[in-house]
C-alpha cells in the first residue's frame, strides 16, 4: 500500500462555522508525516477525522484501505492527544501495563515503551505528580505498547526540553524504518525539517503537501518558517489576482449589458 491514509475532500463544520475546507492530502505508508500550521489551522481537527472520532459534513477518509473509524482499526491505528490521556491516580507502570494487558502484551512489553519515551526512572510515581511533559510521554507510551500500525500524535513534543524532543524524534524515524505509518503535528516550524512529508495548513485549507526539500526549492529559501510564510503570502496573493480578474470580468459584463 503505498498510502496508509488518504483524505479526499473533507469538510467538517462546527456550527455554522467550517473548520476544513474540502481538505485533501495523503499519508505515506511508513514515512514520518508532518501535520504542521498555525494554531486554529485546523490540525487537531483533521487528526480526530482521521482516528474517526469526528462528524464530518463531506468527503472521505480511509485509513489502511478501510473507512476512519470502523471497528477493524482499533487495534492497528493509536492516537495520542494534547491532553494526557492517562490515569491520575495509576502510577505510570501500572497505566502501561494497563494498556498493555488490553492488547494482549506483556508486562516486559510495557516496561520497554516506557524506555522509549525515557520514563523508566518515573515509573512508580503516580501520573497526577508527573509534570505537563511527562504525562505526555505517559500517553505516548500508552499508544506504543500496542505496536499500532499507524500513530497519530497531536502535538507530541509541547513543554518537552530540546534533549528529550531530539530523542523522540529519533524514536519516530526508527518506528517508521521498521514499517509504522506515523502523522504528527505540531505549530513549530523547525520540526517541519525532522519531517518525511509535509501537510501544510492555515485556516482549515491545505497550503502544501510536499517535501522539506520540496517546500525549500518552491519557495527559494533554506529557512522551512520563512519558507511556509512565503508560500502562504503567494497563495493570497494569486487568490487575489483571481478575484480581481474576476470583478474586472464582471464590470465589463455589466458594461456591455448597459451599452446593449
Known sequence: MDDAVRVSDLVVHRGARRVLHDLSFSVPAGSV?????????????????????????????????????????????GYVTQAPSVYADLTVRENVRHFAALYGMSAREADAALADVGLADAAGQLVRDLSGGQQGRASLACALV???????????????????????????????????TLLVSSHVMD????????????DG???????????????????????????????????????????????????????G
Not at 33 to 38: C, D, E, K, V, W
Request: glycine share 12%; with cysteine; proline share 4%.
Open 33 to 77: 508525516t508532518g501535520l504542521l500550521g498555525p494554531s486554529g489551522s485546523g490540525k487537531t481537527t483533521a487528526m480526530r477525522a482521521i482516528v474517526g472520532v469526528q462528524v464530518v459534513r463531506s468527503g472521505s477518509v480511509t485509513v489502511l484501505g478501510l473507512p476512519a473509524g470502523a471497528a477493524a482499526l482499533r487495534s492497528r491505528i
Open 146 to 180: 500496542g505496536a499500532p500500525e499507524v500513530l497519530v500524535l497531536d502535538e507530541p513534543t509541547v513543554g518537552l526540553d530540546p534533549v528529550l524532543r531530539v530523542e523522540l524524534w529519533e524514536r519516530f524515524h526508527a518506528m517508521a524504518a521498521a514499517g509504522t
Open 191 to 202: 520540526e517541519a525539517g525532522r519531517c518525511d512529508r509535509l501537510v501544510l495548513l492555515r
Open 205 to 259: 485549507r491545505l497550503v502544501a503537501d510536499t517535501t522539506p526539500a520540496e517546500l525549500r526549492t518552491r519557495a527559494g529559501t533554506s529557512d522551512l518558517e520563512e519558507a511556509f510564510l512565503r508560500v502562504v503570502r503567494d497563495r493570497e496573493e494569486s487568490g487575489a489576482r483571481g478575484q480581481g480578474r474576476e470583478h474586472r470580468s464582471e464590470e465589463r459584463a455589466r458594461s456591455g449589458a448597459s451599452r
